[in-house]
């Protein structure tokens, strides 16, 4: 079961522990601006039936698989990392930076599944683009 999200975050809903504003240059923070993830979810959702276990969302799901492309690690290297910055985690989608991990290392493998490999690179290629 996939429940659509209600509104896309900014970088200024995003507060971190600090009480503090992420960086808007930040290289995480402006792809998170430049993908359309309405699109993106649209396809993403398709893939579930409307009863079942709660799906995590498009935006923790593809960002976790640009995060782990771009940076060439593994999937378990992705959740920690992810687990352990507050710009990575704001890309994903969380609402504000946690401790927690936010999925397990093996929910990738059911990400790469439903999400196609040349949209995870289109957005890579984007991430690194932007970078210059």
Not at 44 to 55: D, E, L, R, V, W
Not at 105 to 128: C, D, G, H, T, W
Request: glycine share 4%; aromatic share 12%.
């Amino acid at each position: 079961m996939y429940h659509h999200s209600e509104n896309q975050l900014t970088v200024y809903d995003y507060i971190s522990p600090f009480r503090e504003e992420l960086n808007p240059d930040n290289r995480w923070v402006r792809l998170a601006s430049l993908l359309d993830w309405d699109a993106l979810e649209q396809a993403y959702a398709a893939h579930f039936s409307p009863g079942g276990k709660q799906a995590i969302g498009v935006r923790c799901a593809f960002g976790s698989l640009v995060i782990r492309r771009a940076l060439g690690i593994s999937d378990r290297q992705t959740v920690e990392l992810i687990r352990e910055s507050p710009y990575l985690q704001f890309f994903i989608g969380l609402p504000a930076f946690t401790d927690q991990i936010p999925f397990s290392y093996r929910s990738m493998a059911a990400f790469r599944a439903r999400i196609p490999e040349r949209q995870v690179n289109r957005a890579v290629r984007l991430l690194k683009t932007k970078q210059r």
